[in-house]
């Protein structure tokens, strides 16, 4: 009974010291997704040269889009005219960070880590897309998007890429949408592996001694490359990456080894290189794998450099335990609400809006298409968006617990649909 008073105790110490950082960066998380539309960015990421791929990890950086999340607005803004180099530029730099998971690692690991890490993803970005560049250049000219597809792909009110509703909608439609994605939306898809990480670090924590594997992570190359093999496999978000680096550093991994798994969890995980296969190509893969290796392990040694010549706090759990003795009304406050807004997050699944969207008129069709390996939110926005841009599509829904989407409109032809949504690096068929 002790041991699961203190795994309860560690758990709410975690919650209750990332909970106010996380709930400010959800809010901006949802002011970001509503104003930041896709075709803007897609604009942005067109054309050869440096500056695409310098905007393209400048975008990814903040965005709220988890290593689930960024597998679709992959293959969509490659597909509606963003460079080779700009594309991988953004695959690689944005599930690393974001504005929700910078907060969280201010809250759990320290202002340090909240600063290199976001810094390395911007850096990581730019050689990646610069390297693809040199060895693998686009063959033409990127096509930019088609005019008026930003408006046309998103009804009101629809969550349809990184800007969840259309240009006209009323400043109100954008904050109600905003703060539906920020604490509905977001927490939904980032909660389960969330809680998976805190309940992970305060499992280590009361039941591991603390450094009990210091001899093989603390430090050195052997250290990083056991977090880059631990991370590989793993599809966590960056969120959620962050207390399970606490954890390591509990069981005795270096702070440079706990930064490299920061970036191989989210960055290097197996269904995002799968999908950079199929969207650029081998050599992207390639390029994408030893730029992770090379900037995240070379990082580490220097981040371990630089903690050991430094008065810089260590992260700890025993530091959250302890401060977790003297929580403010403030941050307990905070952690309950965290907690609320991750129970109503998929509570309320059961309310969403589910079948067509509209009637079906005289003369129209329905075709249902069973869509296999969607995972989150982003998911379904991108794939109702690339649908909607299909000639003759009145309008589409995509239901993720289904793995169905209904589209409606006139003279649809099934091979296309099946090929919009091959084409983001999900499989579909007629059902």
């Not at 439609?173 to 309940?199: E, H, M, N, Q, S």
């Not at 580490?300 to 009304?329: C, K, N, R, T, V």
């Not at 209904?406 to 649909?417: A, D, P, S, Y």
């Amino acid at each position: 009974m002790s041991a699961i008073v203190e795994v309860v105790a560690a758990a709410w110490a975690v919650v209750c010291g990332m909970a106010p950082y996380l709930l400010l960066g959800f809010g901006i998380s949802g002011l970001l997704y509503v104003f930041i539309r896709p075709a803007w960015v897609e604009r942005h990421l067109g054309g050869r040269g440096f500056l695409p791929v310098v905007k393209g990890a400048l975008f990814g950086v903040p965005l709220p889009l988890c290593s689930c999340g960024v597998i679709p607005v992959t293959a969509s803004i490659r597909t509606h005219g963003a460079s080779r180099g700009a594309t991988l530029s953004f695959a690689i730099s944005t599930p690393q960070t974001g504005v929700d998971s910078i907060f969280a690692t201010y809250a759990l690991l320290g202002p340090v880590f909240a600063v290199v890490r976001p810094l390395l993803a911007l850096i990581s970005g730019i050689v990646g897309g610069l390297f693809v560049s040199l060895v693998d250049p686009d063959r033409a000219e990127s096509a930019a998007p088609e005019p008026g597809t930003e408006d046309a792909a998103c009804a009101e009110g629809d969550d349809c890429g990184m800007g969840a509703t259309p240009a006209q909608a009323s400043l109100a439609a954008r904050i109600g949408t905003a703060a539906r994605y920020g604490f509905v939306t977001l927490p939904r898809d980032i909660g389960k592996l969330l809680v998976f990480g805190i309940l992970v670090a305060a499992l280590l924590s009361a039941f591991v001694e603390e450094g009990f594997l210091s001899a093989y992570l603390g430090g050195g190359i052997v250290a990083m490359l056991v977090m880059v093999l631990v991370g590989l496999p793993l599809y966590v978000c960056a969120t959620a990456a962050i207390p399970l680096a606490l954890g390591f550093m509990h069981l005795g991994a270096s702070p440079g080894a706990a930064l490299v798994f920061l970036v191989a969890g989210p960055a290097a995980n197996a269904a995002t290189i799968s999908v950079i296969w199929k969207v650029l190509g081998g050599r992207a893969v390639i390029v994408h794998f030893l730029t992770i290796l090379v900037v995240c392990i070379g990082a580490g040694l220097l981040f371990d450099a630089a903690y050991a010549g430094s008065a810089w706090p260590m992260p700890s759990m025993e530091g959250q335990a302890h401060h977790g003795e003297g929580l403010s009304l403030f941050s307990q406050i905070s952690g309950a609400a965290l907690i609320a807004v991750l129970a109503w997050s998929f509570v309320s699944k059961r309310f969403d809006r589910k079948g067509p969207a509209s009637s079906v008129e005289d003369g129209m069709e329905t075709v249902e298409l069973r869509v296999e390996g969607m995972t989150c939110s982003h998911c379904v926005s991108t794939v109702t968006r690339a649908l909607r841009e299909v000639a003759g599509v009145r309008d589409a829904v995509v239901e993720l617990d289904a793995k169905r989407a209904t589209v409606t409109g006139e003279g649809i032809r099934k091979e296309t649909l099946v090929e919009k949504i091959e084409g983001l690096g999900y499989s579909a068929s007629a059902v």
